[in-house]
């Protein structure tokens, strides 16, 4: 079975540039989530889809973060204007209903 | 939401020995208490998991207990091998397949 992947696996931007990720899940996972992880910290929620359907976006800067999951299966995480406190990586996951989720190895974003 | 603490932050054992990591949860309606092994430079990859209606769950070196009264639930790794060493992170969910991370342990096995 394949994997979550994602790309880039890095990304260097300077503050003020746009950046996007991509994700494609596991077949069949109906779930997908974008987690933000600072260096030193756990993952910490951006944004859940089910389906096509955002489940919970509470804790997503959307007035620069934009994210998207097109037929339920692949989805974008776009970053617009970037700042420079959004360095971090980037880990997409998928799952089943009512199971953990498995983690992509994610994209490290760099914004100098 | 949801608040996961854990600890320790950083822990170091020697080869063959064990190794516990305890998280603590606010919401008791948290049913759901997986685990997670990083590696560097890696994504978190789930190693046991346990519901709330089990006790304890076992798969090999690596156990996972849960007290539900007191919301905590701790995993220990016996015979610890060099390459245990790895961040480990615990998680919470509640319902609708949200998950809270705690802040992760850092787990150096020395050989």
């Known amino acids: 079975e394949a994997g979550v992947a994602q790309s880039p696996r890095y990304k260097i931007i300077e503050k003020r540039q746009s950046v996007a990720f991509w994700c494609n899940p596991i077949?069949?996972?109906?779930?997908l989530y974008w987690y933000q992880q600072i260096l030193g910290q756990g993952p910490k929620l951006l944004i859940q889809?089910?389906?096509?359907?955002?489940?919970?976006d509470s804790q997503l800067p959307k007035d620069r973060f934009s994210a998207e999951r097109l037929k339920g299966v692949d989805s974008t995480l776009k970053i617009q204007p970037a700042k420079l406190e959004d360095s971090a990586v980037y880990l997409c996951?998928?799952?089943?209903?009512?199971?953990?989720?498995?983690f992509g190895a994610g994209t490290r974003l760099s914004v100098l | 939401g949801e608040n996961v603490e854990q600890h320790p932050s950083t822990l170091s054992v020697q080869e063959g020995d064990s190794a516990v990591i305890k998280c603590t949860y606010s919401?008791?309606?948290?049913?759901?208490f997986p685990w997670y092994k990083q590696e560097l430079g890696k994504g978190p990859q789930l190693i046991i998991d346990?519901?709330?209606?089990?006790g304890e769950k076992k798969d090999q070196r690596i156990a996972v207990t849960l007290n539900k009264t007191a919301k905590h639930f701790s995993l220990h790794i016996t015979e610890t091998q060099p390459e245990d060493s790895a961040v480990y992170f615990c998680?919470?969910?509640?319902?609708?397949?949200?998950?809270?991370f705690g802040t992760g342990t850092s787990l150096t096995v020395i050989p």
């Open positions: 996951a998928s799952s089943l209903i009512g199971r953990a989720p498995y």
């Open positions: 077949s069949g996972h109906a779930t």
């Open positions: 889809f089910q389906n096509n359907g955002v489940v919970d």
């Open positions: 919401d008791s309606a948290s049913n759901y």
């Open positions: 346990i519901r709330s209606n089990v």
């Open positions: 998680a919470a969910s509640i319902s609708r397949n949200q998950f809270y």
